[in-house]
């Protein structure tokens, strides 16, 4: 059984650049989540996706966007990026069938710094 | 709106030494209230969940218990590899936790 997985696991990018973020489920997951975390934070919810829909959204602006695909795995597009950007980026998968439990599976991050 | 606060901030116990790490909630209605460990440069990582006002769970040295306002997460005789960020979150959507800022523990020797 693979975890989660996540894609690239560091970047850095520019003010005003676009980025993408990916992330495997783990087997069997039909939900994913995802959470920007702050350096010394608790995760912030972004939005959650199951079959293919957004089912649920945080306090994060348009700019913030995702996608989920057949297979569950899923993206994180961030446009027009701002130095507070800078952050932890995690993806969770769980069952549930879009109301998850609360027990999230993360995967290690993607850890985005913006110049 | 939902608030998770977290105490103490950080804490340093030496092995063996007992303590508890405190999650005051307010929330409009919770659906559950779940505790995971984080280690420095990786996810967090699943511990606990609880429903109700009364309920405990115990995992090795860990035992997590819930009152209606706050939730406890007692540590017996920790270990040195006990050191990590404990983070409490709530569930009061279909979709979203809260979480708190988190406990930073550290276990000496």
């Known amino acids: 059984e693979t975890g989660v997985t996540q894609s690239p696991t560091h970047l850095i990018k520019t003010r005003g650049q676009q980025v993408t973020l990916r992330c495997s489920s783990q087997?069997?997951?039909?939900?994913v989540s995802w959470y920007q975390q702050a350096l010394g934070q608790g995760p912030q919810f972004i939005f959650q996706?199951?079959?293919?829909?957004?089912?649920g959204r945080g306090n994060f602006p348009p700019r913030f966007s995702g996608l989920q695909f057949p297979n569950y795995s899923s993206e994180l597009n961030v446009n027009a990026l701002e130095l507070d950007d800078s952050a932890l980026y995690l993806c969770?998968?769980?069952?549930?069938?879009?109301?998850?439990?609360?027990?999230?599976?993360f995967g290690e991050g993607s850890r985005l710094t913006v110049l | 709106e939902d608030q998770v606060t977290q105490s103490p901030e950080a804490l340093r116990l030496q092995e063996g030494e007992s303590s508890s790490l405190n999650c005051s909630y307010t929330v409009s209605g919770l659906r559950g209230l779940f505790w995971y460990r984080q280690d420095p440069g990786k996810g967090p990582e699943f511990l606990f969940t609880?429903?109700?006002a009364g309920e405990e769970k115990e995992k090795e040295r860990l035992k997590a218990t819930l009152t209606k306002k706050e939730s406890f997460l007692h540590i017996t005789a920790p270990k040195p590899e006990d050191s990590a960020t404990y983070l409490c979150a709530v569930q009061t959507s279909a979709s979203k936790l809260t979480f708190g800022t988190g406990t930073r523990l550290q276990v000496t020797l």
């Open positions: 609880l429903y109700s």
């Open positions: 969770a998968s769980s069952l549930g069938g879009g109301v998850p439990t609360g027990e999230l599976f």
């Open positions: 996706y199951y079959r293919e829909e957004e089912n």
């Open positions: 087997s069997g997951h039909n939900t």
